[in-house]
T-cell receptor, first 114, second 112 residues
Framework: AQSVTQPDIHITVSEGASLELRCNYS??????LFWYVQSPGQGLQLLLK??????LVQGIKGFEAEFKRSQSSFNLRKPSVHWSDAAEYFC????????????FGSGTQLTVLP | NAGVTQTPKFQVLKTGQSMTLQCAQDMNHEYMSWYRQDPGMGLRLIHY???????DQGEVPNGYNVSRSTTEDFPLRLLSAAPSQTSVYFC???????????FGPGTRLTVT
């Protein structure tokens, strides 16, 4: 069965600083990988996804992520964080060789200091 | 399009009561699923459906039933609520095996 680990429960950065959120996955084949963002009291919004091809994927709101098969990682990055980026971020992997039956990590809470 | 809608937004139940959480989508997606979100645990898959009349269990199905009589609707039933089912429940839908999953706004359920 697949699994996802987000080792950082909480990260604090200053506005304008760069950001990297870590995600490690366990899956036997080429995974379908996702990053979602959740603002307080809201549903989940897809930031970006990786299925195949270029290992550096661009998403919405200036986010990008890099798939590294050798490290089983899919870290999320942003060069300059805005106060509105404060939220919880979830990494997920699809099951059964598809984008369905997602297994989520436990999430990383991002705080942005002014 | 309304996307994925869920009702109610909030619900308080007493232990042993039953209820149905409603989920509907208007995007003609064949795949629908239910997740629960608990603090520090991310989202966990309860049940899913790949089309009308077809359902299957996810990671945490105990205490929940589902059915899929139409493409649009995928209700989640709690037969006898327990405090351990206090959670936020999200419904999602997608098209095709590689389609993006669209999430509903969630239902916050408290069982006392």
């Amino acid at each position: 069965a697949q699994s996802v680990t987000q080792p950082d429960i909480h990260i604090t950065v200053s506005e304008g600083a760069s950001l990297e959120l870590r995600c490690n996955y366990s899956y036997g084949a080429t995974p379908y990988l996702f990053w979602y963002v959740q603002s307080p009291g809201q549903g989940l919004q897809l930031l970006l996804k990786y299925f195949s091809g270029d290992t550096l994927v661009q998403g919405i709101k200036g986010f990008e992520a890099e798939f590294k098969r050798s490290q089983s990682s899919f870290n999320l990055r942003k060069p300059s964080v805005h106060w509105s980026d404060a939220a919880e971020y979830f990494c997920a992997v699809g099951g059964g060789g598809s984008a369905r039956q997602l297994t989520f990590g436990s999430g990383t809470q991002l705080t942005v200091l002014p | 399009n309304a996307g994925v809608t869920q009702t109610p937004k909030f619900q308080v139940l007493k232990t042993g009561q039953s209820m149905t959480l409603q989920c509907a989508q208007d995007m003609n997606h064949e795949y629908m699923s239910w997740y629960r979100q608990d603090p520090g645990m991310g989202l966990r898959l309860i049940h899913y459906s790949v089309g009308a009349g077809i359902t299957d269990q996810g990671e945490v199905p105990n205490g929940y039933n589902v059915s899929r009589s139409t493409t649009e609707d995928f209700p989640l039933r709690l037969l006898s609520a327990a405090p351990s089912q206090t959670s936020v429940y999200f419904c999602a839908s997608s098209y095709g095996t590689a389609g993006e999953q669209y999430f509903g706004p969630g239902t916050r359920l408290t069982v006392t």
